[in-house]
């Protein structure tokens, strides 16, 4: 036992048998007891300075050694922890006894948390020295010594470890890539990939081995998603010739996910081409149910006004609504409000007639009560005539023909202007104008954007001196113009001569040579990549 335990246990016995400190006596053997423990307690604090020197320097190996040496510091400090201590060093100094120092538990603290990181550093040490002894892979070796770098920051002992190994692995990286490239072995390269360019480098990573990695992994990512993909090709067209919009936004799901899972960032054109028309499809579908959606809903809302006899003022402009979707009217609906009004106008007639009794003349008034009635459901006939055949005209794009019918009404049954139906009719009309406009409009802005593509994307197709990134940036213009063309749905209608349908043509047909040509480019740019290869590895 160590003469600070026996000290310890002195102390302790000495202090329960007396009542506590005031009831001590002062003997000889009591005064080289205080001596001896408040020696122990001084010198249990200069280790423990000492250790936390040492781990504040990173030096955590170092710390546990000097703690471990005997007597075992923590083991030291914990047997001199006596309790209510502040009592004991207050009768040591009114009794002129060696007065102990407190002890430092911080830094005790901070020792025993070193010892609890340790447990983890120490299975890593083990399997450091197993592969040393093994003559581990540097691989192996160097992933190792890097844990423990990082578990030991600061240490600068690991970190020259760690580039002397990086150094070692830098040289075996090319031959190692050159073999995977030739046997074709994509989980070798998919490994080189993370170690390149994921792994924490002291030494820098030569570009070229660098570009040559990435250049690698990406191509093989393209061949493994485009050979899925094109198992996809079939049902995909098939989807599409049924017009089934369920079954191709699944394909296109499924496209999604090869892509994502591979990690493949880009497909060759041949197989975006087979996408674009589908995914267009499936937007335009979406769009429509949409719109469906919200029709569905305006019917209900107007149905519900009808159920409730709304106002003219509430029940008109829902009516508007309605009829701005451009689409077929559920006739249940449309004779329900025909009814309404019909209902509202014969009721005004009523009041009417009834006004001009009260004036007097009964019998002259309720005969021209009827006439007036029946001049009145004439005059809403033919009105509806008019609007009908304005609505035919509209139907049929046929604008001319609707202003025709809208200017000889209004000069010849002026009157009829008025009935809902007609203005209904001529509400149409001028919206369809509105919308023609706007496709001539669009149609002159696609044209202009085509203009300016071609402009600056030809001549570099036609250049046989392009450089790949000309011939990229030539395609991007081009592909961007044909982007546009597809946003921009159906404008038909505003291409009146037929401009744009020619260009669309032209453009795409520009845009399949460039696509050729960067295609040629990129197998010239494969095979200078494989000479790259040659001279990497040694």
């Not at 030096?59 to 703690?67: F, Q, S, Y």
């Not at 004036?359 to 004439?378: D, Q």
């Not at 009908?388 to 794009?397: C, E, F, L, T």
């Not at 001529?426 to 085509?450: E, K, P």
């Amino acid at each position: 036992m160590a003469d600070y335990q026996r000290v310890v246990e002195f102390l302790r016995d000495l202090r329960q048998s007396g009542g506590g400190a005031a009831g001590l006596q002062v003997t000889d053997q009591v005064v080289r007891a205080a001596e001896t423990f408040a020696q122990a307690c001084v010198e249990a604090n200069e280790r423990l300075r000492q250790c936390s020197a040492f781990l504040q320097q990173g030096l955590r190996t170092e710390a546990i050694h000097l703690a471990e040496q005997t007597p075992n510091l923590l083991d030291m400090v914990a047997a001199l922890d006596l309790p209510d201590p502040e009592t004991w060093a207050e009768f040591c100094q009114n009794n002129g006894l060696a007065v102990p120092p407190a002890l430092q538990m911080e830094r005790a603290t901070q020792l025993n948390e070193a010892y609890a990181h340790g447990a983890g550093m120490e299975e890593l040490l083990a399997k450091h020295r197993r592969l040393a002894l093994a003559r581990g892979a540097v691989r192996d070796r160097l992933a190792v010594l890097r844990q423990i770098a990082a578990a030991e920051g600061g240490n600068g002992v690991w970190e020259k470890d760690v580039r002397l190994f990086e150094k070692a692995r830098l040289k075996e990286l090319p031959a190692a890539f050159h073999a995977a490239m030739k046997g074709r072995d994509e989980g070798t390269i998919r490994d080189l990939m993370e170690e390149v360019h994921g792994a924490p480098w002291v030494e820098a990573v030569p570009a070229d081995l660098a570009a040559a990695v990435s250049e690698a992994d990406a191509r093989f990512r393209r061949a493994a998603a485009e050979g899925e993909l094109r198992e996809l090709i079939e049902p995909l067209r098939d989807a599409f010739a049924a017009r089934d919009a369920p079954m191709c936004r699944t394909l296109l799901a499924r496209w999604k996910a090869v892509l994502e899972r591979t990690g493949a960032v880009d497909v060759s054109a041949a197989l975006v081409d087979e996408l674009k028309p589908v995914a267009a499809f499936v937007a335009e579908e979406e769009k429509r149910a949409a719109k469906q959606k919200r029709f569905g809903d305006a019917c209900r809302a107007f149905g519900g006004l009808l159920d409730r006899d709304a106002a003219e003022a509430d029940l008109e402009p829902a009516w508007a609504r309605l009829k701005a979707f451009e689409e077929p009217l559920p006739e249940e609906l449309e004779r329900r409000y025909r009814a309404k009004r019909e209902a509202r106008e014969r009721a005004a007639s009523r009041a009417h007639r009834m006004k001009l009794v009260g004036t007097g003349g009964v019998i002259a008034v309720v005969a021209a009560g009827v006439v007036v009635g029946l001049m009145l459901w004439r005059q809403s006939q033919a009105a509806r005539e008019w609007a009908g055949r304005i609505d035919q005209a509209n139907k049929a794009h046929q604008l001319g023909a609707a202003d025709n019918f809208i200017a000889q009404l209004q000069r010849e049954h002026p009157g009829y202007a008025s009935d809902a139906s007609v203005v209904q009719a001529i509400r149409d009309t001028r919206a369809l104008h509105d919308q023609f406009q706007s496709n001539q409009t669009a149609v002159q802005q696609l044209l202009a954007a085509i203009t300016v593509a071609e402009q600056q994307a030809v001549p570099v197709g036609e250049n046989a001196r392009a450089t790949d990134d000309q011939l990229a940036a030539a395609t991007g213009r081009l592909q961007g113009v044909v982007d546009q063309l597809h946003a921009a749905g159906d404008v038909s209608w505003g291409d009146t001569d037929g401009q744009l349908a020619q260009a669309s043509v032209r453009v795409q047909r520009e845009l399949d040579e460039l696509r050729r040509k960067t295609s040629a480019a990129a197998l010239t740019e494969i095979a200078a990549l494989s000479l790259r290869l040659d001279d990497i590895a040694p």
